[in-house]
């Protein structure tokens, strides 16, 4: 076949993709790209409706802080200027914050970019990126993305990480071992103890990353141990802290987080982090949000009671799966697009799983206090 571009010579949807997937590198070719959850004015505009409410990403149903807010409103007049790359004012808070030094601090587009920068920064093309099997999709993605082997050890039967399985899946080749805590989408957390010992076992060239986006959610349940992937840090050069604005401080929008890491390893980081990365509205409002402490503690308090909610509703044989994050998982005992695509037509948007390898799950964030009783209710009535 002739393939010819201009204005006269169109290809056929066929021959465009395979041209395209032939542009691609092998590693590429297979990806999926990131699904995220349904936008609500997406489900209004298909269905026709109003006052649907989406329960899938996560998000602080009690919006930005109000600080940040304002911070950012005051800050509009200076966007013809470009950002401060290094972020000065937003690191000098948060080592007022961590008690840490500045240059252990590497600020990103959301935590997301700076896992995907912490591959670029680190993995030789044959050197893997090992998690577990229903950890973060970015922890695979970002290492796929790169061309990097992705190795998901076995998780337990109730699906949190399985430190066995994690630490038998080392190898010479391990360069990032990635764990999140809360875990999303399981919920589940990894014990002082349980970090203690991947620590123990983590080959001598491997950085072990603890992603603690939902950390502060976990931090309202003080009865259940936790580890603290900071605490470890300050006593292990090669553990990297990954923190972000985008849930507990309702700045999802706004593409702000942060590593805490060693000096060398930040330096690292630094070299591959792209100049201009937080916008100046990010820095400023992410500093105003660090101030809010009672934004901060509404925000755990309510989910720690949404999750309640959730754990002591009837499902009928479905089961909510405990968690320390602003989410729960639920376990429909089989295959959830029914319900998912049931709850769709009742306005409620939840995230089906199966893409994260758990076709029988879906996973639900804490709604505001008022909205609760309709997730329930809606769930309730598709479920049981
Ligand atoms: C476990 C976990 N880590 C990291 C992120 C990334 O957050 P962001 O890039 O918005 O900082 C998310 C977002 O949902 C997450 O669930």
Not at 265 to 294: C, K, M, S, W
Not at 359 to 365: A, D, G
Request: proline share 6%; aromatic share 6%.
């Amino acid at each position: 076949m002739t393939i010819g571009y201009g204005s006269t010579t169109l290809l056929s949807k066929t021959a465009d993709s395979e041209w395209a997937s032939a542009l691609a590198p092998s590693h590429v070719r297979g990806l999926d790209a990131y699904q995220p959850g349904k936008p609500v004015e997406e489900l209004e505009r298909e269905l026709g409706i109003t006052g649907a409410l989406k329960v899938a990403s996560n998000e602080n149903p009690l919006g930005p802080s109000p600080r940040a807010a304002a911070a950012i409103t005051a800050a509009l007049p200076s966007l013809h200027l470009y950002p401060d790359a290094g972020g000065f004012a937003l690191r000098r808070a948060l080592a007022t914050k961590w008690n840490c030094e500045l240059d252990e601090l590497v600020l990103g587009a959301g935590s997301n970019e700076l896992l995907y920068q912490l591959v670029l920064a680190t993995c030789e093309p044959t050197d893997e990126v090992v998690s577990h099997k229903f950890g973060f999709l970015s922890y695979r993605l970002s290492a796929q993305v790169a061309g990097r082997p992705f190795v998901a050890a076995p998780a337990t039967a109730a699906l949190s990480c399985d430190v066995d399985a994690l630490i038998a899946a080392f190898t010479p080749r391990t360069k990032l071992v990635v764990v999140g805590t809360p875990n999303n989408p399981t919920g589940s957390v990894i014990s002082k103890a349980q970090l203690q010992r991947i620590i123990d076992a983590l080959p001598a060239r491997a950085l072990l990353v603890v992603d603690e986006a939902y950390a502060e959610y976990a931090d309202a349940w003080p009865e259940i141990d936790h580890a603290s992937g900071v605490d470890a840090m300050r006593t292990d050069p090669r553990v990297l802290v990954l923190r972000t604005f985008s849930k507990i401080y309702g700045l999802a929008g706004l593409r702000v987080g942060y590593a805490i890491a060693n000096r060398a390893v930040a330096e690292l980081l630094g070299r591959v982090t792209r100049t201009f990365n937080v916008g100046t509205l990010a820095q400023v409002g992410a500093i105003a949000a660090l101030e809010d402490t009672a934004h901060i503690a509404a925000s755990a308090a309510l989910a720690r009671q949404g999750i309640e909610q959730l754990r002591a509703a009837d499902f009928g044989a479905a089961k909510v799966l405990p968690s320390l994050g602003n989410f729960a998982l639920i376990d429909c005992g089989r295959p959830s697009t029914d319900f998912y695509n049931q709850l769709l037509r009742k306005g409620v948007i939840v995230r089906p799983m199966a893409a994260w390898g758990l076709p029988n799950h879906l996973r639900v964030s804490v709604a505001a206090r008022a909205d609760m009783p309709r997730v329930i209710e809606t769930l309730a009535s598709v479920l049981a």
